[in-house]
């Protein structure tokens, strides 16, 4: 039996982010959101939740070895930092004058861009 998730919903936390870890290992540790994956409700941040993989010698990677890489991070775990003070907050959505929506810090009221 596998965990249903809704469909169609709008995350939080897009690509290109600046987003901190509000719980969890890596608690207060602040970095740049490298991927979500939607479908299981998370997101990978750079340089928080480092794991170490161990690799077999292959034809792309002839010496093998361990290499660090970041796993995914559950989205609840994650807020995005507000632009103008760099402290973790809500994320709203309100249309702008061209009729697209934009996000917005709850704390601030200042625009939030993508990237």
Known sequence: MTKQTKKGGKLHIRKGDTAIVIAGNDKGKKGKVLEVVKEKNRAIIEKVNMITKHVKPSANHPEGGIE????????????????????????????????????????????????
Request: charge should be positive.
């Open 68 to 115: 660090k890489t970041e796993a995914p991070i559950h989205i609840s775990n994650i807020m995005v930092v507000d632009p103008a003070t760099g402290e973790p907050t809500k994320i709203g959505r309100k249309l702008n004058s061209e009729g697209k929506m934009q996000r917005f810090s709850k704390k601030t009221g200042e625009l939030i861009k993508n990237g």
